[in-house]
């Protein structure tokens, strides 16, 4: 199961956030995997002892009459006697309690998992908010609502693929433990042939996890297409471009489709591999075990199935993998943006300042604002100009002329990267900023509260 060192890197990433959030419930879970596995692993064992009790097979050889020696010693000690009913009604009790713990450790799984999922969603909003418009600005929102929709529903997949691939390793553990005691051997035989499993898809993970990222790629352009022709319909329709909006989509829609269509070839392609090579490796393993190992027969079947069960859990296994390296590309994509985000947060304010009233008037002085760094041409260069209270001011000029900007940094939106604002006579503060958007009435073109 190897994948490039991003992959794995990214993996570790997510997974103490993952195991950050979780905290004591990470905890709780891993103890109901234990319970659940040691149900499993004695009700494994009780095969053995089943199977002398039914008479078809003997437990006597090979020494596996010391598991039955245990159970019957186990039953005298509560007065009871060693019989089938009784072993049977043992063994049921024990597969009961264990599909209690499967249905308490489910829900607890997927309660963390839903929770986790909000968590991330909240907070990357809770960071969207908190941003500076001046990032808002050339930041395009199409970007934001990918993160916050699909790619968060990608990472709540892969994280249920993350949950179960705790639960298969407890599984491969339990088998494993269960299988030495029968025959060590057999049991590295069994380990060795499940590596082999493994190295048969590692070039297939490694393609999987680049399909990934270039669906993540191709989906984002698809939300930019979707907001740029809802935002612009209507400038489009008076000229007519309607269908040229409709190309782009459908073309971007295509590379998607390309994309997502070479992921399910190549998860295809190692869940096929996979079963061609569980079903040789089990061949293998039982003509090992029947002509080399010299095992009873009660002991040569419990293999198989133990040797059967670690073959499905791997092959989950790998499924599981799958879909954790198509949600690692959505997670790199989504902590880099909230990163940035959080880069760009605006100046923490007093919200408990006293509240800003205005009388005489607002005064701009050689305010200068520039929306990127890498331009040449700043929005506004050193302007001064003082707006008396309670009279109307107009500000006209042309397109582009900086009318929205100037606007924009009375309301306190927008901070001035050079220059200050006065209001009777007192400098607006970034700490003051709160206290003056509630003193600012604004009506928009287009009103959202």
């Known amino acids: 199961m190897s994948t490039p060192p991003k992959t794995f890197t990214l993996f570790r990433r997510y997974l103490d956030e993952f195991l950050g959030y979780a905290g004591v419930r990470a905890v709780k879970g891993a103890l109901l995997l234990t319970a659940s596995g040691f149900m499993q692993g004695i009700s494994l064992l009780m095969i053995i002892p089943l199977l002398g009790l039914t008479g078809f097979v003997s437990a006597e050889p090979q020494g596996s009459s010391e598991i039955a020696g245990t ?26 309690a264990d599909a209690l713990f499967t249905r308490y450790r489910s829900i607890t799984m997927f309660n963390l998992q839903v929770d986790f999922i909000n968590h991330l969603r909240n907070n990357l909003y809770r960071n969207i908010g908190n941003a500076s418009w001046k990032f808002h600005s050339r930041h395009h929102s199409a970007e934001s609502l990918h993160l916050l929709d699909e790619a968060v529903s990608n990472i709540g997949s892969g994280t249920y693929s993350v949950l179960q691939l705790f639960v298969l390793a407890f599984q491969a553990a339990v088998y494993v433990i269960v299988s030495v005691q029968i025959s060590l051997t057999m049991t590295v035989l069994m380990i060795v042939t499940g590596l082999v499993l493994y190295l048969s898809v590692m070039p297939i993970n490694r393609r999987m996890f680049r399909h990934g990222e270039k669906a993540v790629t191709s989906s984002k352009k698809l939300y930019r297409n979707m907001s740029d022709y809802f935002g612009g319909l209507k400038l489009a329709k008076s000229y007519n471009r309607t269908s040229e909006h409709v190309h782009d989509f459908a073309v971007t829609a295509h590379e998607l489709r390309n994309e997502q269509m070479q992921l399910n070839r190549s998860s295809s392609s190692a869940q096929m591999w996979m079963r061609i090579f569980t079903v040789g490796l089990l061949c293998v393993f039982v003509y090992v075990a029947l002509t080399a190992a010299h095992l009873g027969g009660d002991q040569l079947i419990l293999l198989i199935v133990l040797a059967n069960r670690l073959y499905g859990v791997l092959s989950s296994g790998q499924s599981h993998w799958q879909r954790l390296l198509e949600m690692l590309p959505n997670y790199a994509t989504f902590t880099e943006a909230r990163e940035k985000f959080q880069a760009h947060a605006e100046p923490r304010v007093d919200m408990n300042a ?21 331009t040449d041409r700043p929005a506004l260069t050193k302007i001064s100009i003082s707006i008396p209270a309670k009279k109307t001011t107009a500000i006209i000029g042309p397109s582009g002329a900086g009318k929205s900007t100037l606007a924009d940094i009375l309301m306190g939106v927008l901070i001035p990267d050079s ?31």
């Open 419 to 449: 220059g200050q604002i006065i209001i009777d006579g007192k400098p607006l503060t970034t700490k003051m900023l709160a206290v003056w958007r509630d003193s600012v009435a604004y009506v928009p073109q287009e009103v959202y509260l």
């Open 354 to 374: 006293e509240p800003l009233q205005l009388h005489q008037q607002i005064r701009l002085e050689d305010v200068s604002f520039q929306y990127l760094e890498s």
């Open 71 to 96: 159970l019957e010693g186990l039953f005298s000690s509560i007065n009871l006697s060693y019989n089938l009913v009784t072993v049977l009604g043992l063994f049921f009790l024990i597969l009961t």
